[in-house]
C-alpha cells in the first residue's frame, strides 16, 4: 500500500521560509513516475504548485516561480518543497501527489489533479503579517 505522508508545514510570516518533506513507501512496481506538490486554499480549487519526474524534469506554477524549489532525496524516498518569501497567498494546504511507477505518461499534465494516483494527507501553511 502506498503512503506519501507530508510534514514541516506552520505558520510564518510574510517572507519566511517553510521546507516541506513528502515521506513515499508502499510502491510495487518500479519505472517511470512523476511527484508533485499541490495546494488549496478554502473556498479554490487544488492547484498544482510544483512537479518533477523521474528524469528530472521539473515545472512550477507561474505563481511560484522563483520563490519554490522542488527536490528529492531517492536514497530517502523523500520529496521536498522549499519556499521563500511566502506571502499571504500561498497559505493553503499543501499535499505531495504521485503517480504510480511505470504506469503514467511521460512528462503529460505534471501540474494537473487527473495525473496522479496517490495522494498524501496534507499539511498546513499559513502565511500572516
Known amino acids: 500500500q502506498v503512503r506519501l505522508v507530508e510534514s514541516g508545514g506552520g505558520s510564518v510570516q510574510i517572507g519566511g521560509s517553510l521546507r516541506l518533506s513528502c515521506a513515499a513507501s508502499?510502491?510495487?512496481?518500479?519505472?517511470?513516475?512523476?511527484m508533485a506538490w499541490f495546494r488549496q486554499a478554502p473556498g479554490k480549487e487544488r492547484e498544482g504548485v510544483a512537479a518533477r519526474d523521474s528524469d528530472s524534469h521539473i515545472v512550477y506554477a507561474d505563481s511560484v516561480e522563483g520563490r519554490f524549489t522542488i527536490s528529492k532525496d531517492n536514497a530517502k524516498n523523500t520529496l521536498y518543497l522549499q519556499m521563500n518569501n511566502l506571502s499571504p497567498a500561498d497559505t493553503a494546504m499543501y499535499y505531495c501527489a504521485s503517480t504510480v511507477p511505470g504506469r503514467s505518461d511521460r512528462w503529460r499534465l505534471p501540474l494537473s489533479r487527473s495525473s496522479y494516483t496517490y495522494w498524501g494527507q496534507g499539511t498546513q501553511v499559513t502565511v500572516s503579517s
Open positions: 508502499g510502491y510495487t512496481y518500479s519505472g517511470y513516475f512523476m
